[in-house]
C-alpha cells in the first residue's frame, strides 16, 4: 500500500547520516504517531553488553521528533526538550520505538514514546521517554 507520509519520513531518514550510521528504519508513519527500529548490533552495546543508553535515547528522542513533526506537514521539526527513564537493560535482537502525539499546539507538540528490546515475537518495555517538539518557521515547499 502506498503511504505517501511513510515515503516522505523514510526519505527524511536517509538524510540524516547519524540515522544511517546506527541503521535506524522508520517503519510506521501516520499522522500523531511513528514507529523507528534500530538492529542491535556489537557497535551499540556497552561494557555489560546491554544497547548504550545514548543509542536508546536517540531512538526515543527521533521517534518523538517523527511524531510530533507528522501534525505539521511541511513544516521542519526539532526537539526542544525531552525526559527519558531507562526501565531495564536493552538486550535483544531490534530495538523498536514507538511514538504518539499527546497534544499539539501552534508552537509546541508534546509526545511520548516507549522504547521496546525485542527477541524474536517478544518485547520488553526498557524505557519511556516524553518531550516538546518545535516547529521550525513557516511552512517550507521541500517538507524540510
Not at 5 to 18: H, T
Not at 27 to 37: N, Q
Amino acid at each position: 500500500m502506498n503511504n505517501p507520509l511513510l515515503d516522505r519520513g523514510q526519505q527524511v531518514l536517509r538524510q540524516q547520516p547519524f540515522s544511517m550510521l546506527l541503521g535506524a528504519e522508520l517503519t510506521v508513519f501516520e499522522p500523531g504517531c511513528a514507529e523507528l527500529r534500530l538492529p542491535v548490533r556489537n557497535e551499540l552495546k556497552q561494557q555489560h553488553g546491554f544497547v548504550h543508553g545514548g543509542a536508546v535515547s536517540y531512538l526515543a528522542d527521533n521517534a518523538l521528533t517523527y511524531a510530533g513533526g507528522s501534525v505539521v506537514p511541511g513544516h521542519g521539526v526539532v526537539t526542544s526538550e525531552f525526559k527519558i527513564n531507562y526501565l531495564r537493560p536493552a538486550i535483544g535482537d531490534a530495538l523498536v520505538a514507538r511514538a504518539s502525539v499527546l497534544y499539539a499546539g501552534k508552537t509546541q507538540i508534546v509526545c511520548r514514546c516507549d522504547v521496546f528490546a525485542v527477541t524474536g515475537a517478544e518485547e520488553k518495555l526498557c524505557a519511556t521517554a516524553q518531550g516538546t517538539i518545535a516547529p521550525l518557521g513557516a511552512p517550507s515547499p521541500s517538507g524540510n
